[in-house]
Protein backbone atom coordinates (compact mmCIF):
# COMPACT_ATOMS: atom_id res chain seq x y z
CA UNK A 1 0.00 0.00 0.00
CA UNK A 2 2.91 2.25 0.74
CA UNK A 3 3.68 1.76 -3.19
CA UNK A 4 0.95 3.61 -3.99
CA UNK A 5 1.74 6.99 -1.84
CA UNK A 6 5.20 6.75 -2.87
CA UNK A 7 4.24 7.12 -6.87
CA UNK A 8 1.39 9.59 -5.69
CA UNK A 9 3.62 11.97 -4.31
CA UNK A 10 5.57 12.13 -6.98
CA UNK A 11 3.24 12.46 -9.31
CA UNK A 12 1.86 15.18 -7.03
CA UNK A 13 5.44 16.43 -7.24
CA UNK A 14 5.88 16.71 -10.37
CA UNK A 15 2.77 19.07 -10.75
CA UNK A 16 3.25 21.26 -7.53
CA UNK A 17 6.97 21.48 -8.38
CA UNK A 18 7.05 24.97 -10.71
CA UNK A 19 4.45 26.72 -7.94
CA UNK A 20 7.43 25.58 -5.42
CA UNK A 21 9.88 27.09 -7.53
CA UNK A 22 7.54 29.93 -7.39
CA UNK A 23 6.99 30.30 -3.43
CA UNK A 24 8.92 32.83 -1.50
CA UNK A 25 8.86 30.83 1.18
CA UNK A 26 9.39 27.58 -0.13
CA UNK A 27 11.74 28.30 -3.43
CA UNK A 28 15.30 27.76 -2.09
CA UNK A 29 17.58 25.47 -0.64
CA UNK A 30 15.82 23.21 -3.31
CA UNK A 31 19.40 20.43 -3.33
CA UNK A 32 19.16 20.19 0.15
CA UNK A 33 14.85 19.21 -0.34
CA UNK A 34 16.32 16.47 -2.77
CA UNK A 35 18.31 15.21 -0.92
CA UNK A 36 21.80 16.20 -1.99
CA UNK A 37 24.65 17.80 0.23
CA UNK A 38 27.29 19.35 -1.06
CA UNK A 39 30.52 18.14 -0.14
CA UNK A 40 31.61 21.15 1.43
CA UNK A 41 28.64 20.98 3.68
CA UNK A 42 29.46 20.69 7.48
CA UNK A 43 27.42 17.43 8.25
CA UNK A 44 28.46 17.68 11.85
CA UNK A 45 30.27 15.14 14.37
CA UNK A 46 29.48 13.65 17.49
CA UNK A 47 26.88 10.64 19.10
CA UNK A 48 24.82 10.28 19.12
CA UNK A 49 23.01 12.14 16.09
CA UNK A 50 19.98 13.58 16.55
CA UNK A 51 17.40 14.93 13.76
CA UNK A 52 14.73 17.74 15.05
CA UNK A 53 12.42 18.92 12.61
CA UNK A 54 10.00 21.74 12.87
CA UNK A 55 7.84 23.19 9.78
CA UNK A 56 8.57 26.68 10.68
CA UNK A 57 10.16 29.16 13.11
CA UNK A 58 7.63 29.15 15.24
CA UNK A 59 7.73 25.34 15.43
CA UNK A 60 11.64 25.29 15.91
CA UNK A 61 11.26 27.75 18.62
CA UNK A 62 9.18 24.91 20.66
CA UNK A 63 12.17 22.44 20.16
CA UNK A 64 14.83 24.78 21.51
CA UNK A 65 14.61 23.82 25.32
CA UNK A 66 14.36 19.78 24.09
CA UNK A 67 17.95 21.13 22.52
CA UNK A 68 19.39 22.65 25.65
CA UNK A 69 18.10 19.60 27.50
CA UNK A 70 20.23 16.88 24.90
CA UNK A 71 22.96 19.12 25.27
CA UNK A 72 22.82 19.03 29.30
CA UNK A 73 22.32 15.72 29.26
CA UNK A 74 24.42 14.01 26.28
CA UNK A 75 27.44 16.91 25.71
CA UNK A 76 28.86 15.18 23.09
CA UNK A 77 25.71 14.99 20.71
CA UNK A 78 25.25 16.30 17.39
CA UNK A 79 21.78 18.09 16.97
CA UNK A 80 20.76 18.11 13.26
CA UNK A 81 17.76 20.72 12.86
CA UNK A 82 15.39 21.09 9.68
CA UNK A 83 12.94 22.68 8.75
CA UNK A 84 10.44 23.75 5.80
CA UNK A 85 10.16 27.40 5.23
CA UNK A 86 12.69 29.76 4.41
CA UNK A 87 12.10 32.05 7.65
CA UNK A 88 12.11 28.57 9.62
CA UNK A 89 15.96 28.13 7.97
CA UNK A 90 17.26 32.10 8.69
CA UNK A 91 15.79 31.93 12.41
CA UNK A 92 17.32 28.92 13.02
CA UNK A 93 21.02 30.30 12.13
CA UNK A 94 20.25 33.13 14.19
CA UNK A 95 18.88 31.63 17.27
CA UNK A 96 19.80 28.17 17.69
CA UNK A 97 22.69 27.73 18.95
CA UNK A 98 22.49 24.32 19.94
CA UNK A 99 22.19 23.05 16.59
CA UNK A 100 25.11 21.68 15.16
CA UNK A 101 23.66 20.97 11.49
CA UNK A 102 20.75 23.41 10.30
CA UNK A 103 19.14 22.82 6.69
CA UNK A 104 16.19 22.13 4.83
CA UNK A 105 13.85 19.61 5.41
CA UNK A 106 13.86 17.14 2.37
CA UNK A 107 10.44 16.71 0.28
CA UNK A 108 8.53 13.69 1.17
CA UNK A 109 9.78 11.74 -1.92
CA UNK A 110 10.93 8.40 -1.69
CA UNK A 111 14.63 9.06 -3.41
CA UNK A 112 14.82 12.45 -1.06
CA UNK A 113 14.28 11.06 2.07
CA UNK A 114 16.42 8.04 1.66
CA UNK A 115 19.32 10.09 0.35
CA UNK A 116 18.86 12.87 3.22
CA UNK A 117 18.53 9.72 5.84
CA UNK A 118 21.83 8.35 4.37
CA UNK A 119 23.54 12.08 4.46
CA UNK A 120 23.00 13.36 8.02
CA UNK A 121 23.04 9.37 9.87
CA UNK A 122 20.57 10.06 12.23
CA UNK A 123 20.27 7.89 14.83
CA UNK A 124 16.79 9.70 16.29
CA UNK A 125 14.44 11.19 14.23
CA UNK A 126 11.99 13.83 16.37
CA UNK A 127 9.13 15.23 14.67
CA UNK A 128 6.63 17.80 15.79
CA UNK A 129 3.09 18.17 16.50
CA UNK A 130 1.06 16.53 12.76
CA UNK A 131 4.50 16.53 11.01
CA UNK A 132 3.99 12.83 10.07
CA UNK A 133 5.48 12.22 6.55
CA UNK A 134 5.33 8.65 5.44
CA UNK A 135 8.39 8.20 3.44
CA UNK A 136 10.80 9.92 5.78
CA UNK A 137 9.45 8.12 7.96
CA UNK A 138 9.76 4.75 6.57
CA UNK A 139 13.30 5.89 4.77
CA UNK A 140 14.22 6.41 8.82
CA UNK A 141 13.04 2.94 9.86
CA UNK A 142 14.95 1.13 7.02
CA UNK A 143 17.94 2.85 7.97
CA UNK A 144 17.67 1.57 11.79
CA UNK A 145 16.81 5.03 13.25
CA UNK A 146 14.21 5.61 16.39
CA UNK A 147 11.41 7.97 15.55
CA UNK A 148 9.51 9.99 18.24
CA UNK A 149 6.81 12.23 17.90
CA UNK A 150 7.05 15.04 20.35
CA UNK A 151 4.18 18.10 21.21
CA UNK A 152 2.03 15.49 19.39
CA UNK A 153 -1.52 16.71 18.10
CA UNK A 154 -4.26 15.68 15.71
CA UNK A 155 -7.10 17.78 14.65
CA UNK A 156 -10.31 16.74 15.86
CA UNK A 157 -12.22 17.88 13.19
CA UNK A 158 -9.98 15.58 10.74
CA UNK A 159 -10.17 12.73 12.48
CA UNK A 160 -11.79 10.53 9.95
CA UNK A 161 -9.57 11.91 7.33
CA UNK A 162 -6.44 10.35 8.97
CA UNK A 163 -8.01 7.25 9.80
CA UNK A 164 -9.10 6.97 5.91
CA UNK A 165 -5.57 8.11 4.94
CA UNK A 166 -3.01 6.03 7.67
CA UNK A 167 -5.33 3.35 6.60
CA UNK A 168 -4.44 3.72 2.80
CA UNK A 169 -0.93 3.84 3.29
CA UNK A 170 -0.02 1.22 5.93
CA UNK A 171 -0.26 3.43 8.75
CA UNK A 172 2.50 5.25 9.48
CA UNK A 173 2.11 5.42 13.59
CA UNK A 174 3.23 1.92 13.60
CA UNK A 175 6.79 2.73 13.00
CA UNK A 176 7.28 5.39 15.36
CA UNK A 177 8.43 4.51 18.77
CA UNK A 178 7.36 6.94 20.81
CA UNK A 179 4.59 9.54 21.24
CA UNK A 180 5.00 12.49 23.57
CA UNK A 181 1.67 14.09 23.59
CA UNK A 182 -0.01 17.53 24.76
CA UNK A 183 -2.51 16.56 26.70
CA UNK A 184 -4.67 13.56 27.48
CA UNK A 185 -7.05 14.20 24.51
CA UNK A 186 -4.40 14.11 22.54
CA UNK A 187 -3.46 10.75 23.55
CA UNK A 188 -6.63 9.41 23.13
CA UNK A 189 -7.32 10.52 19.41
CA UNK A 190 -3.26 9.13 18.69
CA UNK A 191 -4.58 5.67 20.40
CA UNK A 192 -7.41 5.32 18.42
CA UNK A 193 -5.34 5.90 15.01
CA UNK A 194 -3.37 2.92 15.67
CA UNK A 195 -0.33 3.96 18.04
CA UNK A 196 0.60 1.30 20.03
CA UNK A 197 -0.22 1.83 23.80
CA UNK A 198 3.31 1.36 25.40
CA UNK A 199 4.17 4.22 23.01
CA UNK A 200 2.05 6.73 24.35
CA UNK A 201 3.15 9.38 27.18
CA UNK A 202 1.78 12.70 27.99
CA UNK A 203 4.26 15.28 28.43
CA UNK A 204 2.91 18.31 28.09
CA UNK A 205 4.11 20.99 25.49
CA UNK A 206 7.58 22.42 25.20
CA UNK A 207 6.68 25.33 23.84
CA UNK A 208 5.94 26.49 27.44
CA UNK A 209 9.54 25.82 28.22
CA UNK A 210 10.38 28.34 25.75
CA UNK A 211 8.83 31.46 27.18
CA UNK A 212 11.12 34.08 28.19
CA UNK A 213 10.80 34.50 31.33
CA UNK A 214 13.35 36.83 31.73
CA UNK A 215 12.49 39.45 29.18
CA UNK A 216 14.08 43.01 29.28
CA UNK A 217 15.59 42.25 32.96
CA UNK A 218 19.01 44.31 32.75
CA UNK A 219 17.99 46.79 30.42
CA UNK A 220 14.73 48.19 30.56
CA UNK A 221 15.52 51.67 30.70
CA UNK A 222 17.13 51.29 27.62
CA UNK A 223 14.57 50.29 25.73
CA UNK A 224 12.07 52.49 27.33
CA UNK A 225 14.34 55.35 26.20
CA UNK A 226 14.88 54.05 22.59
CA UNK A 227 10.96 53.48 22.72
CA UNK A 228 10.05 56.93 23.53
CA UNK A 229 7.62 55.70 26.60
CA UNK A 230 7.50 57.75 30.09
CA UNK A 231 8.06 55.53 33.00
CA UNK A 232 5.99 57.78 34.89
CA UNK A 233 3.01 57.36 33.01
CA UNK A 234 1.20 54.08 32.32
CA UNK A 235 1.67 51.42 29.17
CA UNK A 236 -1.20 49.85 26.82
CA UNK A 237 0.64 47.45 24.62
CA UNK A 238 -1.45 45.89 21.45
CA UNK A 239 0.81 42.85 20.71
CA UNK A 240 0.78 40.83 17.30
CA UNK A 241 -2.01 42.55 15.74
CA UNK A 242 -3.55 42.08 12.30
CA UNK A 243 -4.95 44.14 9.89
CA UNK A 244 -8.60 45.16 10.67
CA UNK A 245 -7.63 45.57 14.62
CA UNK A 246 -5.42 48.15 15.13
CA UNK A 247 -8.71 50.51 13.77
CA UNK A 248 -10.41 49.40 16.30
CA UNK A 249 -7.77 49.35 19.06
CA UNK A 250 -7.02 52.66 18.36
CA UNK A 251 -10.50 53.81 19.30
CA UNK A 252 -10.36 51.91 22.20
CA UNK A 253 -7.34 53.70 23.18
CA UNK A 254 -8.83 57.33 22.23
CA UNK A 255 -10.94 56.58 24.83
CA UNK A 256 -9.09 55.20 27.71
CA UNK A 257 -6.86 57.97 26.80
CA UNK A 258 -10.00 60.45 28.07
CA UNK A 259 -10.54 58.76 31.23
CA UNK A 260 -6.93 58.15 32.20
CA UNK A 261 -4.58 61.03 31.07
CA UNK A 262 -1.28 60.08 30.33
CA UNK A 263 -1.94 56.45 29.33
CA UNK A 264 0.72 55.51 26.43
CA UNK A 265 -0.26 52.87 24.27
CA UNK A 266 2.37 50.43 22.18
CA UNK A 267 1.15 48.33 18.80
CA UNK A 268 3.30 45.72 17.67
CA UNK A 269 1.57 44.48 14.58
CA UNK A 270 1.93 40.56 13.72
CA UNK A 271 4.16 41.63 10.23
CA UNK A 272 6.31 44.35 10.90
CA UNK A 273 6.35 45.63 7.13
CA UNK A 274 2.96 46.73 8.14
CA UNK A 275 4.25 49.89 10.57
CA UNK A 276 3.47 52.50 8.05
CA UNK A 277 -0.31 50.95 7.76
CA UNK A 278 -0.45 51.85 11.81
CA UNK A 279 1.14 54.91 11.38
CA UNK A 280 -1.03 56.29 8.79
CA UNK A 281 -4.16 55.15 10.80
CA UNK A 282 -2.97 56.74 14.45
CA UNK A 283 -2.32 59.91 12.15
CA UNK A 284 -5.81 59.75 10.96
CA UNK A 285 -7.16 59.31 14.38
CA UNK A 286 -5.00 62.52 15.58
CA UNK A 287 -2.80 60.60 17.48
CA UNK A 288 0.97 61.42 17.78
CA UNK A 289 2.91 58.16 16.44
CA UNK A 290 6.22 57.55 16.40
CA UNK A 291 8.08 54.03 15.02
CA UNK A 292 10.42 52.17 17.87
CA UNK A 293 13.39 52.29 15.59
CA UNK A 294 13.43 55.80 15.29
CA UNK A 295 15.42 55.04 18.65
CA UNK A 296 15.15 57.66 21.92
CA UNK A 297 16.14 60.41 19.10
CA UNK A 298 12.61 60.41 17.58
CA UNK A 299 11.23 61.84 21.10
CA UNK A 300 8.12 61.06 22.86
CA UNK A 301 4.55 60.29 21.03
CA UNK A 302 1.26 58.51 22.94
CA UNK A 303 1.21 55.92 20.11
CA UNK A 304 4.58 53.76 19.22
CA UNK A 305 4.61 51.39 16.75
CA UNK A 306 6.85 48.73 17.24
CA UNK A 307 8.69 48.12 14.19
CA UNK A 308 11.63 45.78 15.12
CA UNK A 309 11.85 42.27 15.15
CA UNK A 310 13.10 39.97 18.22
CA UNK A 311 11.77 42.80 20.54
CA UNK A 312 8.44 41.81 21.70
CA UNK A 313 8.86 39.82 24.77
CA UNK A 314 11.28 42.15 25.67
CA UNK A 315 8.85 44.62 25.21
CA UNK A 316 6.14 43.59 27.22
CA UNK A 317 7.84 43.64 30.48
CA UNK A 318 7.30 47.72 30.00
CA UNK A 319 3.58 47.58 29.40
CA UNK A 320 1.20 47.91 32.35
CA UNK A 321 -1.81 46.24 30.80
CA UNK A 322 -1.44 43.91 27.34
CA UNK A 323 -4.16 42.75 24.01
CA UNK A 324 -3.09 40.03 22.18
CA UNK A 325 -4.24 40.29 18.60
CA UNK A 326 -5.12 37.98 16.15
CA UNK A 327 -7.83 37.43 18.35
CA UNK A 328 -10.68 40.04 17.09
CA UNK A 329 -10.32 39.05 13.35
CA UNK A 330 -10.45 35.26 12.34
CA UNK A 331 -6.93 34.37 12.49
CA UNK A 332 -7.10 32.11 15.63
CA UNK A 333 -5.16 34.03 18.16
CA UNK A 334 -1.48 34.76 19.00
CA UNK A 335 0.77 33.87 21.94
CA UNK A 336 -1.20 34.69 25.10
CA UNK A 337 1.79 33.09 27.40
CA UNK A 338 4.64 35.50 26.00
CA UNK A 339 3.19 38.65 27.99
CA UNK A 340 2.02 36.52 30.73
CA UNK A 341 5.36 34.77 31.15
CA UNK A 342 6.94 38.68 31.96
CA UNK A 343 3.90 39.14 34.45
CA UNK A 344 1.37 40.89 33.20
CA UNK A 345 -2.47 40.89 33.12
CA UNK A 346 -3.66 39.45 29.40
CA UNK A 347 -6.80 40.26 27.57
CA UNK A 348 -7.80 38.98 24.10
CA UNK A 349 -10.64 38.47 21.79
CA UNK A 350 -12.72 35.80 21.05
CA UNK A 351 -11.62 34.21 18.17
CA UNK A 352 -8.82 32.01 19.92
CA UNK A 353 -8.89 28.82 18.33
CA UNK A 354 -5.16 28.10 17.49
CA UNK A 355 -4.25 29.04 21.40
CA UNK A 356 -7.23 26.59 23.35
CA UNK A 357 -4.01 25.17 25.66
CA UNK A 358 -2.87 28.31 26.40
CA UNK A 359 -6.63 29.67 27.13
CA UNK A 360 -7.02 27.14 29.23
CA UNK A 361 -3.82 27.67 31.16
CA UNK A 362 -4.46 31.72 31.61
CA UNK A 363 -8.46 31.99 31.61
CA UNK A 364 -9.48 32.97 35.23
CA UNK A 365 -5.57 33.03 36.10
CA UNK A 366 -4.34 36.38 34.86
CA UNK A 367 -5.94 36.25 31.19
CA UNK A 368 -9.11 37.64 30.65
CA UNK A 369 -11.30 37.00 27.40
CA UNK A 370 -13.58 39.98 25.72
CA UNK A 371 -15.77 39.31 22.99
CA UNK A 372 -15.92 43.10 21.45
CA UNK A 373 -13.78 46.15 21.33
CA UNK A 374 -16.55 48.01 23.85
CA UNK A 375 -15.84 45.23 26.37
CA UNK A 376 -12.28 45.57 26.22
CA UNK A 377 -12.67 49.19 26.73
CA UNK A 378 -14.71 48.27 29.54
CA UNK A 379 -12.36 46.01 31.16
CA UNK A 380 -9.40 48.11 30.67
CA UNK A 381 -11.04 51.06 31.72
CA UNK A 382 -11.67 49.10 35.23
CA UNK A 383 -8.02 47.13 35.58
CA UNK A 384 -6.03 50.91 34.94
CA UNK A 385 -8.56 52.40 37.61
CA UNK A 386 -7.15 49.13 40.09
CA UNK A 387 -3.43 49.30 39.95
CA UNK A 388 -3.57 46.73 42.92
CA UNK A 389 -5.30 44.21 40.77
CA UNK A 390 -3.20 44.87 37.41
CA UNK A 391 -0.45 43.65 40.10
CA UNK A 392 -2.25 40.64 41.00
CA UNK A 393 -3.46 39.59 38.22
CA UNK A 394 0.23 40.08 36.84
CA UNK A 395 1.58 37.85 39.33
CA UNK A 396 -1.16 35.29 38.61
CA UNK A 397 -0.51 34.86 35.24
CA UNK A 398 3.73 34.57 35.77
CA UNK A 399 2.60 31.77 38.13
CA UNK A 400 0.24 29.75 35.94
CA UNK A 401 2.89 30.03 33.23
CA UNK A 402 5.95 28.79 35.62
CA UNK A 403 3.36 25.64 36.85
CA UNK A 404 2.96 24.34 33.10
CA UNK A 405 6.81 24.17 32.57
CA UNK A 406 8.85 21.57 32.09
CA UNK A 407 7.91 19.02 29.02
CA UNK A 408 10.99 19.35 27.62
CA UNK A 409 13.32 17.33 30.34
CA UNK A 410 10.50 14.98 30.46
CA UNK A 411 10.51 14.77 26.51
CA UNK A 412 14.17 14.32 26.35
CA UNK A 413 14.19 11.66 28.95
CA UNK A 414 11.93 9.51 27.32
CA UNK A 415 13.57 10.23 24.04
CA UNK A 416 16.83 9.06 25.30
CA UNK A 417 15.44 5.86 26.66
CA UNK A 418 14.67 4.92 23.14
CA UNK A 419 17.95 5.32 21.69
CA UNK A 420 20.15 1.62 21.73
CA UNK A 421 21.99 1.23 24.74
CA UNK A 422 25.32 3.65 24.54
CA UNK A 423 24.27 5.92 22.39
CA UNK A 424 22.03 7.86 25.04
CA UNK A 425 25.30 9.05 26.68
CA UNK A 426 28.04 8.69 24.12
Not at 48 to 55: D, K, S, Y
Not at 84 to 97: D, E, P, Y
Request: aromatic content about 6%; hydrophobic content about 45%; charged content about 20%.
Amino acid sequence: MHLLYAIASYVLFAVAFPLLLWHPKLRHGVPFRLGFYRRSFDLGTGSPRIWLHGASAGDLLSLQPMMKELKARSPGCCIIVTTITNSGLAMARKKLVEADVICHAPYDLFGATRRAVAALRPDLLVLEYTEIWPNLIRAARKAGVRIALTNGRFNPDKMSRYRVFFRAISNPLRRIDCFLMRSDEEAERVLALGAAPDRVWVTGNTKFDALVLDGAAGREEALRAEMGLDPRRPVFMAGSTHEGEEELLLGVYAELRGRHPGLQLVVAPRYVERAGRIMALAAEAGLPVRLRSGGAAAGHADVTVLDTIGELAAAYRLATLVFVGGSFVTRGGQNVLEPAAQGKPVLFGPHMENFKDSVQVLQGRGGLQVSTPEQLLKVADELLSRPDQIEELGTLARSSVLAIRGASARNVEHMLSILPRGRAAA
